[in-house]
């Protein structure tokens, strides 16, 4: 089991950038592929993920060039580094961990959730 924690959102303008963290606990967080997703009043959606080894990544197209995500597994700690933002990126965010293979974009694939963190992009 792992337990999530999220951190790093708050209220920035248009076009600035923030970078969210994701402290896991467990010994297990290096063998788990890792998601992010997002909350908005119509639904949660899939931001990016990452493979259990960092070596590959995949992004919705939405934030594709403006958003990277990361990992160090040696510090049980996943990170989005949110740059160009826009008002439509204003949501909750929630990092999320895959027990499963192959690496996926859905949310239904991912076992474990934090409790998120509020991104804020004023226009």
């Known amino acids: 089991q792992v337990h999530l924690v999220e951190s790093g959102g708050g209220l920035v303008q248009a076009g600035d950038s923030l970078r969210l963290s994701c402290a896991a606990s467990g010994r297990t967080f290096s063998s788990y592929h890792m998601g992010w997703f997002r909350q908005t009043p119509k639904e949660r959606e899939f931001v990016a993920a990452i493979?259990?080894?960092?070596?590959?990544?995949n992004y919705a197209d939405s934030v594709k060039g403006r958003f990277t995500i990361s990992r160090d597994n040696a510090k049980n700690t996943l990170y989005l580094q949110m740059n160009s933002l826009k008002p439509e990126d204003t949501a909750v965010y929630y990092c999320?961990?895959?027990?499963?293979?192959?690496?996926?974009?859905?949310?239904?694939?991912?076992?474990?959730w934090g409790q998120g963190t509020q991104v804020t992009v004023s226009s």
């Open positions: 493979s259990w080894n960092g070596r590959s990544t």
């Open positions: 999320a961990a895959d027990t499963g293979w192959p690496m996926a974009t859905t949310q239904g694939s991912y076992d474990y």
